[in-house]
């Protein structure tokens, strides 16, 4: 076996029949579980997506086996696995309920082990509170458990048990007595960990049903009687007294980790991260697109404190979610509605997206019909419903990631458009929603209407578009890429030569980037610069120079030939040695001693020589003749025509050729 191997079984997983599934699913176990095979090839994600949907198998040996090669990939791959975290564990919590024991098992194991090497708990259990609501009484009880086993794994400074807590307590009031006694169960533990402070706020924030109440703090006491409590519980730090409890409750303690990708100038950026559940997780946030200063202006950052603040709903089918979207799909499609209901029902829609719709498979039936109501919104003329629809736009790209392609493909013209906007809401919030789909939505159909804006007459375009072709080729691996490399090449060429500054700087650190995936293709753009394009690519500050064939040919501009040093090993070291500047007056040395940057002091002192006596000579004559300073000036004439002793000109200095005469008459 090959590296190509998991490529064929990307063929082969796709199959209906579910004898060859079982067969196909063993040989990949033994192929995993050999640390020897690689598991490089074309389209891993391919690969994973297909097995994901082994899970939602109706044959346990199916969902069995999934489960395993996902388990052996988050082993090998680890932090690489963070992209297809939401849509593993979306099936996993369905797993959680399975009727064979031996799937909950693998289940829970899969959850456990993202959590030990692909992402936090807190980020795990993001993505697993639709657990606490599932409709199957089940998984509610595993996702308990689960809860449990992290605390005592993990430890209650791992969790926001702000979050957790509110759904645990709903839980002691659930229909199901098996779950009641399990939510019961993790509340203890929690006190276990954490102490008093959760006491009190359990007491006086939480809506424990009074029939639990007192049981609870009597079990409460009884752990501190027994000393059963954890040295976590007991410890207070510095002055304000900030132990687990304040990290795991308050309110003001608790900071979600939510970003955008950043623009890494000198390297790459994170692959997307697309999530799901109440709170959401992604790349760290390019730079800022203006100042918090900025007034109306969106960033990053308000873009991922909006990203939640919508109305909490609860779905419990898919025909619910069918009907939630009909209702918003109908409004935002009548630009008569008042502009309230229609910033409203795009609020509703990320609230049904956090309350888990993306795991119903009616969810992307319906979307396809939502993208001419969001493309409304988006060139609507009230800012708050352009922003709030840029918003949604960039938070399903950070749920979805690459199954928003076409969504994208078909919103990023008009966002496009907002760029040049008068309005600084509505300009930034384009800048921001684009940036989100760079970093999230891996779309090759992206590049082309990019790169074609590159011809705009708005010269704001312009340079937000060389920004996000920096973005993209230091996100984006390269396969990716490939397709539309041409067009990329052309796009950095442009950017370069571009009548913007601002523009220009970004398309050259693109070249940068470009240039570690095409490093031939990156020659060539090179070549095809002119002198003083290739000199300020080269004295670009924020860019290191790299050690590759473009970059190396780029390193020759205007220095002299390369010196190379004596090397024992096949790549010689290169020495370069820059000419400095060339002064505008010949300085000379100390001691007489000529230098490159000085002219040589014999031949000045030649030429100072002849030039005084030739003066003296014309002064002299001219008093004898009694004549003008016309004999004078035609002699100085002849003077100034004739060639110097020595060209100094040929080594780059500049030579003073006016002429001071020393005739009294020429200073009347």
Same mark, same amino acid.
């Given at each position: 076996?090959?590296?190509?191997?998991?490529?064929?079984?990307?063929?082969?997983?796709?199959?209906?029949?579910?004898?060859?599934?079982?067969?196909?699913?063993?040989?990949?176990?033994?192929?995993?579980?050999?640390?020897?095979?690689?598991?490089?090839?074309?389209?891993?994600?391919?690969?994973?997506?297909?097995?994901?949907?082994?899970?939602?198998?109706?044959?346990?040996?199916?969902?069995?086996?999934?489960?395993?090669?996902?388990?052996?990939?988050?082993?090998?791959?680890?932090?690489?696995?963070? +992209?297809?975290?939401? *849509?593993?564990?979306?099936?996993?919590?369905?797993?959680?309920?399975?009727?064979?024991?031996?799937?909950?098992?693998?289940?829970?194991?899969?959850?456990?082990?993202?959590?030990?090497?692909?992402?936090?708990?807190?980020? &795990?259990?993001?993505?697993?509170?639709?657990?606490?609501?599932?409709?199957?009484?089940?998984?509610?009880?595993?996702?308990?458990? $689960?809860?449990?086993?992290?605390?005592?794994?993990?430890?209650?400074?791992?969790?926001?048990?702000?979050?957790?807590?509110?759904?645990?307590?709903?839980?002691?009031?659930? +229909?199901?007595?098996?779950?009641?006694?399990?939510?019961?169960?993790?509340?203890?533990?929690?006190?276990?960990?954490?102490?008093?402070?959760?006491?009190?706020?359990?007491?006086?924030?939480?809506?424990?049903? +009074?029939?639990?109440?007192?049981?609870?703090?009597?079990?409460?006491?009884?752990?501190?009687?027994?000393?059963?409590?954890?040295?976590?519980?007991?410890?207070?730090?510095?002055?304000?007294?900030?132990?687990?409890?304040?990290?795991?409750?308050?309110?003001?303690?608790?900071?979600?980790?939510?970003?955008?990708?950043?623009?890494?100038?000198? *390297?790459?950026?994170?692959?997307?991260?697309?999530?799901?559940?109440?709170?959401?997780?992604?790349?760290?946030?390019?730079?800022?697109?203006?100042?918090?200063?900025?007034?109306?202006?969106?960033?990053?950052?308000?873009?991922?404190?909006?990203?939640?603040?919508?109305?909490?709903?609860?779905?419990?089918?898919?025909?619910?979610?069918?009907?939630?979207?009909?209702?918003?799909?109908?409004?935002?499609?009548?630009?008569?509605?008042?502009?309230?209901?229609?910033?409203?029902?795009?609020?509703?829609?990320?609230?049904?997206?956090?309350? *888990?719709?993306?795991?119903?498979?009616?969810?992307?039936?319906?979307?396809?019909?939502?993208?001419?109501?969001?493309?409304?919104?988006?060139?609507?003329?009230?800012? $708050?419903?352009?922003?709030?629809?840029?918003?949604?736009?960039?938070?399903?790209?950070?749920?979805?990631?690459?199954?928003?392609?076409?969504?994208?493909?078909?919103?990023?013209?008009?966002?496009? *458009?907002?760029?040049?906007?008068?309005?600084?809401?509505?300009?930034?919030?384009?800048?921001?929603?684009?940036?989100?789909?760079?970093?999230?939505?891996?779309?090759?159909?992206?590049?082309?209407?990019?790169?074609?804006?590159?011809?705009?007459?708005?010269?704001? &375009?312009?340079?937000?578009?060389?920004?996000?072709?920096?973005?993209?080729?230091?996100?984006?691996?390269?396969?990716?890429?490939?397709?539309?490399?041409?067009?990329?090449?052309?796009?950095?060429?442009?950017?370069?030569?571009?009548?913007?500054?601002?523009?220009?700087?970004?398309?050259?650190?693109?070249?940068?980037?470009?240039?570690?995936?095409?490093?031939?293709?990156?020659? /060539?753009?090179?070549?095809?610069?002119?002198?003083?394009?290739?000199?300020?690519?080269?004295?670009?500050?924020?860019?290191?120079?790299?050690?590759?064939?473009?970059?190396?040919?780029?390193?020759?501009?205007?220095?002299?030939?390369?010196?190379?040093?004596?090397?024992?090993?096949?790549?010689?070291?290169?020495?370069? &040695?820059?000419?400095?500047?060339?002064?505008?007056?010949?300085?000379?040395?100390?001691?007489?001693?000529?230098?490159?940057?000085?002219?040589?002091?014999?031949?000045?002192?030649?030429?100072?020589?002849?030039?005084?006596?030739?003066?003296?000579?014309?002064?002299? /004559?001219?008093?004898?003749?009694?004549?003008?300073?016309? /004999?004078?000036?035609?002699?100085?004439?002849?003077?100034?025509?004739?060639? +110097?002793?020595?060209?100094?000109?040929?080594?780059?200095?500049?030579?003073?050729?006016?002429?001071?005469?020393?005739?009294? /008459?020429?200073?009347?």
């Amino acid at each position: 076996m090959n590296m190509s191997q998991i490529d064929l079984f990307s063929t082969l997983i796709g199959t209906t029949d579910v004898k060859k599934k079982i067969s196909i699913g063993s040989d990949v176990i033994s192929y995993l579980q050999d640390p020897s095979n690689g598991i490089e090839c074309e389209d891993i994600g391919c690969f994973i997506e297909g097995i994901i949907q082994w899970l939602m198998s109706s044959n346990f040996k199916v969902s069995l086996n999934g489960l395993e090669i996902l388990g052996l990939l988050v082993d090998r791959m680890k932090d690489d696995f963070r +992209p297809f975290l939401q *849509g593993a564990i979306t099936p996993c919590v369905d797993r959680l309920g399975d009727t064979k024991d031996s799937v909950r098992e693998k289940a829970n194991t899969l959850i456990l082990k993202c959590m030990d090497k692909c992402a936090p708990p807190q980020q &795990i259990f993001e993505r697993l509170l639709p657990g606490f609501g599932h409709k199957s009484a089940k998984v509610r009880e595993e996702v308990l458990l $689960l809860l449990q086993t992290t605390l005592n794994t993990h430890s209650a400074a791992s969790l926001s048990l702000s979050r957790l807590v509110p759904s645990i307590v709903k839980l002691l009031s659930d +229909p199901s007595a098996p779950v009641r006694d399990v939510a019961f169960a993790t509340l203890v533990e929690v006190y276990r960990h954490v102490g008093d402070r959760f006491k009190q706020d359990l007491v006086n924030k939480q809506n424990v049903p +009074p029939s639990k109440l007192p049981a609870l703090l009597s079990k409460f006491d009884e752990l501190v009687q027994n000393q059963q409590m954890l040295p976590t519980a007991m410890r207070i730090d510095g002055a304000k007294q900030e132990d687990e409890t304040d990290r795991g409750l308050s309110k003001s303690a608790v900071k979600r980790s939510t970003s955008a990708p950043p623009v890494r100038r000198n *390297g790459q950026i994170p692959t997307a991260k697309p999530v799901s559940g109440p709170s959401t997780t992604s790349q760290q946030c390019a730079t800022p697109v203006a100042s918090s200063g900025s007034i109306g202006a969106m960033d990053e950052s308000l873009f991922i404190q909006l990203f939640e603040d919508v109305p909490r709903i609860q779905i419990f089918s898919s025909k619910e979610m069918e009907e939630h979207m009909n209702s918003i799909r109908e409004i935002l499609s009548n630009t008569n509605n008042e502009w309230d209901k229609r910033v409203a029902a795009l609020k509703k829609f990320r609230a049904i997206l956090i309350a *888990g719709a993306v795991n119903y498979d009616e969810f992307y039936q319906n979307l396809r019909f939502m993208e001419p109501p969001l493309l409304i919104s988006v060139k609507d003329l009230r800012s $708050l419903v352009v922003r709030e629809a840029c918003i949604t736009i960039a938070f399903l790209s950070q749920q979805l990631g690459h199954k928003l392609n076409r969504f994208c493909e078909t919103v990023l013209p008009a966002l496009i *458009g907002l760029i040049p906007n008068s309005a600084k809401v509505v300009s930034t919030s384009g800048i921001v929603a684009i940036r989100f789909i760079i970093a999230n939505t891996h779309a090759p159909r992206l590049i082309p209407i990019l790169t074609d804006k590159m011809t705009n007459k708005s010269k704001e &375009i312009r340079k937000h578009v060389c920004e996000f072709l920096d973005q993209l080729v230091h996100a984006w691996p390269t396969q990716k890429m490939e397709k539309y490399s041409q067009q990329l090449q052309e796009a950095i060429r442009k950017g370069i030569a571009d009548a913007d500054l601002d523009a220009r700087a970004s398309a050259r650190r693109a070249y940068y980037g470009f240039a570690d995936h095409f490093k031939d293709q990156a020659a /060539a753009l090179l070549n095809s610069l002119d002198p003083h394009n290739k000199k300020a690519l080269y004295c670009d500050p924020t860019q290191p120079m790299s050690n590759s064939s473009s970059h190396s040919s780029l390193n020759n501009v205007g220095r002299t030939p390369v010196v190379k040093k004596p090397s024992s090993t096949s790549t010689e070291s290169l020495q370069k &040695i820059p000419i400095p500047r060339r002064p505008a007056l010949p300085v000379g040395l100390p001691n007489g001693t000529p230098s490159l940057s000085a002219r040589s002091n014999s031949a000045i002192e030649l030429q100072a020589v002849q030039r005084s006596k030739l003066r003296s000579q014309q002064y002299a /004559a001219a008093q004898r003749m009694k004549i003008g300073s016309g /004999a004078s000036l035609r002699e100085a004439a002849l003077f100034k025509a004739e060639k +110097p002793f020595f060209d100094l000109s040929e080594r780059g200095f500049i030579i003073n050729k006016k002429i001071e005469s020393g005739n009294p /008459a020429s200073r009347k």
